[in-house]
């Protein structure tokens, strides 16, 4: 199974190849996958024009999505992930309205998605959004967790934290 964490092209990008030439066996749990791109400019498009691609924006979904698509399973906030125990679905809109993260408390560890990401060494909140208050919001539902990684959708992981306290506003 392959989750992605809000509906927006660069998370589309390349979905069809890690389904297609992907071992069951590596798509399961939380391994990584981590697909470079040599032209992101090309892909994005292609992305806007496929027929399961995401856009960011909401009222531009309706233009590019088939009437009948639909999402294979609907998971509620706080509601275990039947093939990953111990995990929970957060809402976390803000980057776009249909964001999510992963938590484990077991583990201490959140999947941010693009909620956190860690571009500049240390972890800092999404500045490219669609609702910059929900983002805040959604980042002060998290601060409570008690979180030791933070798996981010853009730049490296980051470990052994005290919580999100460090985490740039």
């Given at each position: 199974r392959v989750c992605f964490f809000n509906m927006v092209g660069d998370y589309l990008n390349g979905r069809d190849k890690i389904c297609l030439f992907s071992p069951s066996a590596w798509l399961?749990?939380?391994l990584p996958v981590v697909i470079a791109e040599e032209n992101y400019l090309k892909n994005t498009?292609?992305?806007l024009f496929s027929d399961m691609g995401a856009i960011p924006l909401?009222?531009?979904r309706t233009l590019f999505l088939p009437s009948d698509y639909s999402a294979e399973c609907i998971?509620?906030?706080d509601q275990s992930i039947s093939y990953l125990p111990h995990w929970v679905i957060i809402k976390t809109p803000g980057h776009t309205d249909?964001?999510?993260c992963f938590y484990s408390s077991d583990e201490k560890t959140i999947i941010s998605g693009d909620t956190i990401l860690n571009m500049k060494g240390n972890g800092e909140l999404n500045n490219f959004c669609c609702d910059p208050d929900a983002?805040?919001?959604s980042f002060k539902k998290l601060l409570p967790l008690d979180v030791k990684n933070i798996y981010p959708g853009h730049g490296k992981p980051l470990?052994?934290?005290?919580?999100l306290g460090n985490v740039t506003q």
């Open positions: 399961k749990g939380l498009i292609a992305a909401p009222f531009l998971l509620d906030e249909d964001s999510i983002i805040k919001e470990f052994n934290l005290d919580g």
